[in-house]
């Protein structure tokens, strides 16, 4: 039974550092990588109702922990300067938003278009399934693979991803595990 | 002697040399990497002033002895301007796990009045060993993961 | 010294200004949500 929490929630949160307490900077935006399942970064903004945004970066290698009232780093030098960042974290596309975008299986029936992502609790960014606007209407949850394909403005699962729509985050927390066993990954 | 914060909260700071009262305990200033009480605090706004815990003769359960009123200094840095300030006070901090999950407030914490060593922190119902304790801030005390509930 | 209406029109005046920059310095915060790398490789 996994605990999870959508990318939406995640926006907003506070980077909070272990070793010293603080309140660093506010999370901007969520970058995805689709085809390694995984966050590769966070942008930032200050902390606080009007600040502005922050020129650092966070990529994901130095998240600590993403929980559901904080961001974890170890210390304030978790946040890098763009130039010593990945590319894809410091100038992320920002008219890639994932968001809107149609959920196809192999087998070419649309499962929705996705509203947001859903990440493990605790972790340090692994996305383990999308929230959609299902084809036939309302919302749905979908579990990923660990490793999806991606096509131009469609997002590629497996077949059997169509037995594993769920209603519910705690519906999709207890499909997840079934859902990789059932595709014979760990 | 095991006392805690709210306890000492209040209680009159005496010089051991002269005898003068000097003021009452505002706050106790908390090293979080050793996990001791680095200084007490004294006074407050302006007039706030603070004593090293190796100044302290004595924390007994009537009054803090101070070895002498030369040991009484005010803030010398940032961040004892901020602690003095009231905002790394461990009492009523926000209990984050490293995990990112919020555990709850700290309401006490209890301390060894020989040593100055933290012993547990009380977060609600629960007592957490201050062995749990990574870092302290302005915004949050930060535990380790083993206290996540 | 001005009339009601004058104090009116400044604190008219007054609350749009406060209104605008709440709604810029928000806007700037805002950022572009979840966002996909793609065809990066």
């Known amino acids: 039974m996994k605990l999870l929490m959508t990318a939406s929630q995640i926006r907003g949160l506070p980077v909070v550092t272990v070793r010293e307490g603080e309140d660093v900077a506010e999370v901007r935006d969520v970058i995805y990588d689709p085809e390694a399942g995984r966050l590769v970064g966070l942008s930032l903004n200050q902390r606080g109702f009007l600040a502005g945004r922050r020129r650092e970066v966070l990529p994901a290698e130095s998240i600590h922990a993403i929980g559901q009232d904080a961001l974890m780093v170890l210390d304030e030098s978790s946040l890098v300067a763009p130039a010593d960042a990945p590319d894809d974290v410091a100038h992320p596309a920002t008219e890639r938003n994932v968001v809107g975008d149609d959920v ?37 949850y979908i579990p990923l693979p660990a490793q999806l394909a991606i096509s131009g403005v469609a997002l590629v699962v497996p077949n059997i991803t169509e037995d594993f729509v769920e209603d519910d985050l705690v519906g999709l927390g207890a499909a997840v595990d079934e859902f990789r066993a059932r595709l014979g990954l760990s | 002697m095991s006392e805690s914060f709210r306890q000492a909260i209040g209680r009159k700071v005496v010089s051991r040399a002269s005898a003068n009262e000097l003021g009452s305990v505002r706050q106790l200033l908390v090293d979080a990497q050793q996990r001791r ?16 815990w190796e100044q302290l003769s004595g924390f007994g359960p009537d009054a803090v002895m101070v070895v002498d009123e030369g040991a009484l200094r005010p803030p010398a840095d940032d961040r004892e301007r901020n602690g003095v300030d009231g905002n790394l006070d461990l009492l009523g901090k926000r209990a984050l796990s490293e995990r990112g999950n919020e555990l709850g407030k700290i309401d006490d914490v209890t301390f060894d009045t020989d040593t100055g060593a933290l012993e547990d922190l009380v977060i609600g119902d629960r007592r957490v060993p201050a062995g749990a304790l990574l870092g302290s801030g302005s915004y ?10 | 010294m001005m009339s009601a209406v004058g104090w009116l029109i400044v604190a008219i005046i007054v609350l749009v200004v406060a209104v605008v920059i709440f709604v ?12 996909a790398t793609r065809g990066k490789r």
């Open chain 2, 37 to 52: 009480i680095a200084a007490v605090v004294i006074g407050r706004g302006k007039k706030a002033q603070l004593v090293e």
């Open chain 3, 24 to 35: 810029i310095a928000r806007r700037r915060r805002r950022g572009g949500g979840v966002i």
């Open chain 1, 104 to 140: 196809l299986t192999e087998g070419g029936t649309s499962l929705g278009k996705v509203t947001d992502l859903v990440l493990l609790v605790g972790s340090t960014g692994d996305v383990v399934g999308y929230q959609v606007d299902k084809a036939g209407g309302g919302q749905g």
């Open chain 2, 140 to 149: 949050a005390a930060v535990l380790d993961k083993s206290q996540e509930v």
